[in-house]
């Protein structure tokens, strides 16, 4: 656990205290930026970590690049063509991949529900801000997502109650005490801002933490250069992108934002979950974790 984490939870907490509205439009703005720059970083060394677990060649490498670019397009053609499935596709992709944080919880089912705990507790929490933000991100339809995941969620918030609970028994105490407050954070700050304080102060430098030790090799200078420049190119090709698509009536920063993260975000999970069981194969389990 970073201290940064503590201190921005604490910060976010005493604004909250002293009744600073942290849903007005520039907070939310400042939110989005951050957690597209702060977290999509994790996800950017995914080729790099393909070849430092498999031997590949040049042709492979192409191929793998020509695939993971072929998913990140299928998502924004999606969003342009079915938004409301796309939405969907995003839920299952985050549940799923945040579920990977809980190594305390062995059934994959029981991580599902767990990464899913994020989702439900700033839906419970601020429902009508979720529902436009889904709303905006596809139609008037997803209202009923909202239903479903408010539904979900006493069963969620058991499972992950659950995984605290054995999180702490196994030692990982900070990270049990970080996820009981991020949860309740997510229920009382607005959601983009709580989701910004989960991404980008826990669950992305768990997984950036895992990655440095398995490209032990790179330079300080090379690890930021790769981190910098993919989140760069990804960022830049996707507001290239909506220029050839259809316009979408609601579009926004943050909209926009989520979007980029759900064309993303199934690319990476599908490499990262292979090059894991990869990994379980090839140098034991401990180095999966």
């Known amino acids: 656990m970073y201290p940064a984490y503590w201190v921005a939870a604490a910060a976010l907490l005493t604004a909250t205290v002293l009744g600073v509205s942290l849903g007005q439009p520039m907070v939310v703005a400042a939110a989005t930026v951050l957690f597209v720059g702060g977290g999509m970083p994790h996800g950017a060394y995914d080729i790099a970590l393909l070849r430092r677990t498999v031997a590949i060649d040049r042709h492979g490498i192409s191929l793998v690049v020509t695939c993971y670019v072929g998913l990140v397009l299928a998502m924004a053609l999606l969003w342009a063509s079915l ?21 305390a919880l062995d059934e994959p089912l029981l991580r599902f529900a767990a990464g899913a705990a994020v989702i439900a507790a700033a839906t419970i929490g601020h429902p009508e801000a979720v529902s436009m ?24 918030l058991l499972v992950t109650a659950v995984g605290i609970w054995a ?48 490209l032990s090799d790179l330079t300080v200078i090379q690890w930021w250069t790769i981190g910098g420049a993919l989140s760069g190119v990804a960022i830049i090709g996707w507001i290239a992108l909506q220029y050839l698509l259809p316009p979408h009536a609601d579009a926004t920063l943050t909209t926009g934002a989520f979007q980029l993260l759900a064309a993303v975000a199934l690319p990476h999970l599908v490499l990262s979950r292979w090059l894991v069981s990869r990994l379980v194969r090839v140098e034991g389990p401990e180095h999966a974790r």
């Open 133 to 156: 933000l889904f709303v905006g991100m596809s139609d008037a339809r997803a209202k009923v997502i909202v239903d479903v995941i408010i539904a979900a969620a006493p069963v969620t």
């Open 83 to 103: 938004p409301l499935v796309a939405l969907v596709v995003f839920l299952i992709t985050s549940a799923m991949h945040f579920g990977e944080d809980w190594s």
């Open 167 to 214: 999180a702490w028994h196994e030692g990982s105490r900070h990270w049990a005490t970080a996820m009981v407050l991020c949860l309740g954070l997510l229920i009382l700050l607005p959601p983009v801002i709580g989701f910004a304080l989960f991404f980008v102060f826990l669950h992305s430098p768990r997984h950036l933490d895992q990655t440095r030790v398995l």
